[in-house]
């Protein structure tokens, strides 16, 4: 998605700079509908690289841009091999998918649920089942797959934060609500804390807490879940994804992604750091599986230490 967008706003600076119309780039290049060089500059459809060539012919660009425009094309037109095997992703899912799998840092806060990355399958399935229910009951779901071939997408997606060597910078602000009983039944939640406090100390993960009671700013509210995606490319725009629940909106103007930028470290100020929400996250781990028996507890305390000197070792590192 961002690699189309960047292509066709190449596109519409080559052709206003040629001094072009749409129609005459049109007539000039014989396609026949006048829609096609709209979705290539609005980047809504995947781009052909003979049509971009083309183009390219008719604007008369250099050698140099017109090796890196059809390098862009091919990243453009291409889709990880994971994404080409979930078709049946809900298009909200597939536009943060598109958008995780080249970015270079990735920003989230979501006010009530756990982050789609960070979910365990159990946790997704219920996000996923849920959501489901309500859109059957206002008689607005038009899902394909089911909901294990969702959430099997899900899961692929968090693939990018298990490879240390290319995976982006990720920090989450998760609100401790998201972790609370309306979440789901003790046995979910005790598997989510669990893959949070593996996933705390990987390097290139930050996790943060926020506390039920614990005020923002001067008492601001954050009113929604979001996202901000930056990219290697410095001529890659920040993209900014605002989940609403049942439909998402991208913006990449840069008023817009200021605000919340500064709303994000408001969040991060006011929640815990990094190494105090580990320990949260091993405290509250560690109390469910108390909760819920001998058996559970004996089953936990086999990997807490091991995930304590992990802990220890991150603190060392910083």
Known sequence: MLRRRRLGLELRKLREAAGLTGDQVIARVGWASASKLSRLENGRSRPDPADVAALLDLFGVTEAQRDELLG??????????????????????????????????????????????????????????????????????EHVGSPE??????VARQSLLSHPDDAPRYTAVLEESALGRRAGPPEVLREQLAQLCELAVLPHVTLHVLLRDTPIGNWYLPPTAFSIYRF????????????GGFTNAMSTEANTLNA????FEWLRSAALSAADTTSWLFEAAGRLA?????????????????????????????
């Open 72 to 141: 862009i094309t091919g990243e453009a037109g291409d889709m990880r091999g994971w994404l080409r095997r979930y078709s049946v992703m809900t298009p909200q899912q597939r536009s943060f998918a598109e958008l995780e799998a080249g970015c270079a840092e990735i920003l989230e806060y979501n006010p009530v649920l756990v982050p789609g990355l960070l979910q365990t399958i159990g946790y997704a399935r219920l996000r996923i089942v849920s959501a489901r229910q309500v859109e059957f009951w206002a008689g607005e779901s």
């Open 149 to 154: 071939d969702e959430v099997a997408a899900r």
């Open 232 to 243: 290697a490319d410095p001529l890659d725009p920040e993209t900014l994804a605002i989940e």
């Open 260 to 263: 919340y930028k500064v709303a």
């Open 290 to 318: 108390e909760a819920a028996g001998p058996s559970t507890a004996a089953n936990g305390s086999a990997t807490a230490p091991a995930q304590r000197r992990r802990h220890s070792d991150r603190l060392t590192d910083r």
